[in-house]
């Protein structure tokens, strides 16, 4: 209704867990709809339903339960701590579940979770994978930040989940402080780059004599293109991010396809940020790189071990940047949207596979490759 005016009234309401089925057991087309090659489900597809259930949740906890106002647009603004836990399978039914675990002035925060059911019709204890979606409100009529309503959780585990929502709002706000202060290289970083440079160097300027087990980052590279329709818009008129979030997954999957020479096995991703809309009839070009391959050592596997999502068989961890760029050929313009970081396992496809050593070009690489060794991405 175009006379309907925005939203004004909070509402304070209690966490409420929403959850669909999906009935692969008994429904032959739904398994056929996400099957992937190899006969498991395709994870990118579940990684844009969560995206689909997380703003249906955040939409009906901003909603005033006033039929006559103007509900809000709620845009997804950043997903983090993806992790797969188990693989997902076809023969039992899957159940995606979610519920709004903390609430800022204008941001909300979704827990979404996939859980596999077991034979008798029992739900797993644990989930096969997990993500933590945040979504900000804005006024359908200024597009300006929209108050939320308020949340009142009432079990010690929602009042836990709610504490470190608090906590990981204030490391995001301080985050954002010191990126903006800018700061120097440690003396560790330093010598990190530096080395990694002088590695590089012999594979760029004497290729034929430079250590065959690297390779430079440049040479990893993936890419696609293409151009976003009507129907992947949602509610404000935008690209769903669970669209984009997909179809990073697939260009990342397949370019660890293609370093590794054997499947990938995702295990998870880093926060990401969707620092810039993306508009229906935008040329969205996404670029995938291995910022960089561990062998299985003691750090490597720890880090496995985390996703508890392993195989006897799995011989490194590779780290995969993807960029998702909003190109406008009109205008001449390409402008960054989202970055993100994928983990996938690699297991074993003969017995004398190895993982070649990812090498910088430019200082700017180097950085990016401390970043996913030193800071646990």
Not at 98 to 106: E, H, I, L, M, R
Not at 149 to 171: C, M, Q, V, Y
Not at 262 to 274: A, H, K, M, N, Q
């Amino acid at each position: 209704d175009s006379k309907a005016l925005p939203q004004t009234d909070l509402v304070t309401k209690t966490p409420q867990t929403t959850s669909i089925r999906y009935p692969f057991a008994s429904s032959a087309a739904m398994r056929e709809e996400y099957r992937s090659p190899w006969g498991k489900v395709r994870l990118g597809k579940i990684l844009e339903d969560l995206d689909s259930l997380a703003g249906t949740i955040a939409f009906m906890h901003c909603d005033d339960d006033n039929p006559t106002t103007m509900p809000h647009l709620i845009v997804t603004a950043s997903v983090d701590e993806i992790h797969q836990y188990a693989p997902l399978h076809l023969d039992t039914d899957l159940i995606l579940a979610g519920v709004v675990t903390w609430v800022g002035k204008s941001s909300l925060s979704i827990r979404m979770e996939a859980t596999q059911e077991e034979a008798g019709g029992c739900l797993s204890a644990t989930p096969s994978l997990s993500a933590d979606f945040t979504f900000v409100a804005r006024s359908p009529a200024t597009h300006a930040a929209a108050l939320v309503n308020p949340l009142h959780p009432i079990t010690p585990e929602e009042r836990a989940l709610f504490k470190a929502g608090d906590l990981k709002a204030l490391s995001r706000k301080k985050a954002r402080t010191a990126a903006a202060a800018g700061s120097a290289d440690t003396p560790q970083k330093h010598d990190f780059v530096t080395k990694l440079l002088g590695e590089s160097r012999q594979l760029l300027d004497l290729p034929s004599l430079g250590d065959s087990r690297a390779i430079l980052m440049s040479q990893t590279r993936q890419e696609n293109t293409f151009l976003c329709q009507p129907q992947q818009r949602n509610m404000a008129g935008r690209v769903f991010g669970g669209f984009i979030m997909r179809r990073a997954f697939e260009l990342a999957f397949a370019s660890s396809y293609v370093f590794a020479g054997s499947r990938p096995i995702f295990l998870g991703v880093d926060e990401i940020t969707f620092q810039r809309p993306v508009n229906v009839g935008d040329l969205l070009r996404l670029k995938a790189c291995v910022l960089h391959a561990s062998a299985m050592d003691a750090q490597t596997a720890n880090c496995i071990q985390k996703s508890k999502h392993v195989t006897e068989d799995m011989v490194g961890l590779l780290h995969v940047e993807v960029n998702a760029y909003v190109t406008q050929p009109e205008n001449a313009t390409s402008v960054l949207s989202n970055t993100f970081n994928f983990r996938f396992g690699v297991e074993r496809a003969h017995a004398d596979q190895k993982l070649k050593k990812v090498l910088p070009e430019t200082e700017v690489e180097a950085r990016r490759i401390w970043d996913v060794v030193h800071m646990g991405i």
